[in-house]
Every structure is written in C-alpha cells, then in structure tokens.
C-alpha cells in the first residue's frame, strides 16, 4: 500500500489546488519481473541506501546522500519531467511531447491490454466521468489490437489488479491478515535484497543500480512447499509418494529455520538488556565518587555510557586517556597472522614507464630484482613479481639468457612484449 499526495480543485474553473492524500494498492507482478513496480521500488530504495524521509528525494541530495539515509528534500515537478524527456529522448529516441497525460495514458494503455474494463480504469484513475474514462480505454483499443497481432512474449503485461483503495480504514482492514509479518519499511528494503535476492553487504556492487536491478529482475519468487503439498493432495490419481514427502521435509526444513531465528532473536535481545542493566549499574556505582578527579571521569564516562546505549559505542580520546581500557576478547586472544596476510616492507627499484622500455632494458631489469620469496616486498611490488615469474623462467631456462633467441620467439610482430599479455613458449609449457 502507498500513500500519494493528489492535487483536486475546490471548484471547478478556478486553478487553485489542495493537497491531500490517496491510498493505493501496490501489486507485485512475479511474471514480469521488468514491469514489477513492487521490487524495482525496493532495489532503487536499496541502491540510494534509503533508511526513511522522502521516496524521491531532489537531484542535489542524491548527489550528496545523508549519512543517516534519511532524506529531507522532495523530487520537484520540473526536475521530475527534465529526467523523464531526457529518457525519453535518449533511450526511446522520441521526440514528441511529454506531459502528465503521457503517463496517465500509459497507465490506461497497460491495464486495458492486462484486461481492465472502462469503469475499473476510471476508478483506478480517480476519474469523475465515465465518459472520459470510455474515451481513453477508446484510444487504447487500437493499440491493443497491434499488440495482441503481434503476440510478443517479451510485452507481456499479465492481467489487471486495480490500485484503488476506498480509504486508509480498508487499507487497514485488508492487510490486517498478515499483520504478523509487516516491518518497516527499510527493514523490508534490506531484507528483500539481501535475504531474497542475495546482494551481500560485502558485495562491491552492491549500490550500482545497473547491477541491483539485474539481479532484481533475474530473481524468482520461491514456491510455497504449502500450496504445493495442497495442489498435490487434490489429485490423488497418480502415485505421488515422493512430491508429498519432499514438500513435507521443505516444510519441516523451513520451520526449522524459522524458530533458530526467533530464537537467536530473543536471546540476543535478553543479553542486550542484562548487558545495558549492568552498565546502568557500573554508572550508578561510579556515581558515588566525590574527589574532584573522580567527577571528571564519572561524567566523561556517563557520556561514554549514552553513546554506547545509543548504539555508537566508542570511547573518546578523553576516556582512553584517563582510564585503562577495558580488557576485551582481541586483547586476550592474540589475532591469528597466516603468512598471506603479512605486509611486506622492501620495495623494488623504479620502473617507471616500464612499458616504453625496450626488450634489452626489460630483461635486464627483470633478471636484476626478481625474487621468488615475494612476501617480503610491498603489494604492488609482490603482484608485479608474481606476474613476471614465468618471464624470468622463460628467459634463464629456455633461452638461456639470450636476448636475441627471446626476441625471436616471444617478440616476432610488434619488437617488443607486455607483462600483462605475455605467453609461455613452448618449452615452458612442457
């Protein structure tokens, strides 16, 4: 369900206009997954990092995004139809007029095609006038003969849902069923994208909105093994043995699952409480102080103290300055250093602009700094010695340090050869 502001006349003639507000119904379309207004809605919330404020939030502060993701400003009218001519020009490559009705047309053009009849567009639409409302669905009827004569999979739009809702009450009373499994909004956000679809927080690409919404279209609502044990147990004709005990072990799995959750949830949440009531009390106990040092640091750590149950647990310079540290698990239990995860500190000599050099300057370079224990030196210097270890062993086993028979055979159509391109001869490879 959303709520969107609707711009009305106090009387007819006259251009001034109220704001007030509209329920409506948002309908997933699993079918068309392109067309599905449900979960491009959550991937774009996703991709701006949306934790509450404005849905479209202005150009400027999408640019600037805020830290706590909640936006303050609002998409304007001019900003909204500049960024939809601009598509419109560039990926349509139209050049005809683009108004409110461009959309208001659009939206009656889909839902005649999905099978909507004038009275639900008109109702749908908040339209006064059945009239009007014939008119358009009139102007639609010809394109939807194109559309079903041409019969393209690829446009299809599946069938009608209308987004008309009498009013907040029933939007209240028809969602009341699965009340239960309603969260907020962000929460929803994060995990349909994450649990569902399965862009992980360590994913890199995870914020390109090219890449979440491919991910988004590509991803493929479950089947419930419940309407599948119901669809098998009406026709028992056949012997369906297996498909029912398969549903019944996907359900027993997913219940499983579900009560690990909820479990973890409340223990998690009884030793967050257990832990603030002690730090409540370690501040109660601190609080009894009464030299003048004491006070400092009381009310140093009472600020401490707020941050932390506020959820940034941090000491300040203040506190790690005047008081020990608080002995924690990394402190006790030393950090496991695997031989990858040490940082080299020798460098090797410039190669700048090594790419120009000739083949001569290169070998030698090469043959001078390469080293096989390439752990000692820095990053890029070990990844650049990684690269060229099968030039070095071409050129001092195969050719024997001649430069010449090396050219003859690694560098024959352009002189001279790239460390990201080389190729193993012959006599390397066996």
Request: charged share 25%; net charge positive; glycine share 6%.
């Amino acid at each position: 369900m959303s709520r969107v502001k609707k711009r009305k006349k106090k009387k007819k003639g006259l251009n001034d206009f109220f704001a007030c507000w509209r329920t409506l119904y948002i309908w997933g379309d699993d079918a068309h997954a392109d067309v599905d207004l449900k979960r491009n809605l959550l991937g774009y919330l996703y991709a701006i990092g949306w934790k509450g404020g404005y849905l479209f939030p202005a150009q400027d502060e999408l640019k600037n995004p805020p830290t706590d993701g909640v936006y303050k400003s609002c998409l304007s009218e001019d900003d909204l139809y500049r960024s939809l001519k601009y598509l419109f020009h560039t990926v349509l490559k139209r050049t005809d007029k683009l108004t409110s009705h461009s959309g208001r047309k659009s939206g009656y053009l889909w839902n005649r095609i999905r099978g909507a009849d004038a009275a639900q567009l008109m109702q749908a639409a908040d339209h006064d006038c059945y009239e009007v409302a014939c008119r358009y669905a009139k102007d639609c009827d010809a394109i939807k003969e194109v559309h079903a004569v041409f019969n393209d999979p690829n446009q299809g739009l599946g069938s009608f849902k209308s987004c008309y809702c009498a009013g907040e009450d029933s939007a209240v009373d028809s969602a009341a069923p699965g009340a239960q499994y309603q969260v907020p909004l962000p929460d929803l956000v994060v995990g349909f994208i994450e649990n569902r679809v399965g862009i992980m927080p360590t994913d890199k690409r995870r914020f390109h909105p090219s890449y979440i919404m491919q991910r988004v279209t590509q991803w493929e609502k479950p089947t419930n093994p419940l309407d599948s044990l119901k669809g098998h147990l009406k026709d028992v004709s056949q012997d369906k043995t297996q498909s029912i005990i398969n549903c019944v072990h996907s359900l027993v799995g997913e219940t499983a699952v579900k009560a690990k959750v909820q479990v973890e949830k409340k223990i998690e949440d009884r030793a967050q409480e257990k832990f603030k009531e002690m730090i409540m009390q370690f501040t109660g106990h601190l609080s009894s102080s009464t030299t003048q040092h004491g006070n400092v640091i009381i009310d140093t750590l009472k600020t401490e103290m707020d941050k932390f149950l506020s959820g940034t647990p941090q000491l300040s310079d203040a506190v790690s300055g005047q008081i020990m540290a608080t002995p924690t698990l990394a402190a006790v239990v030393p950090k496991r250093i695997t031989p990858e995860s040490r940082k080299g500190t020798l460098q090797l000599d410039s190669r700048k602009h090594f790419a120009k050099w000739s083949v001569e300057d290169k070998l030698s370079y090469i043959e001078k700094n390469f080293d096989s224990e390439t752990g000692k030196y820095i990053n890029s210097d070990r990844q650049w010695l990684m690269r060229v270890s099968k030039i070095y062993k071409c050129f001092t086993t195969c050719c024997n340090r001649d430069v010449a028979h090396f050219k003859g055979l690694h560098c024959r159509e352009t002189d001279n050869f790239a460390v990201s391109s080389f190729k193993k001869c012959a006599n390397c490879e066996n």
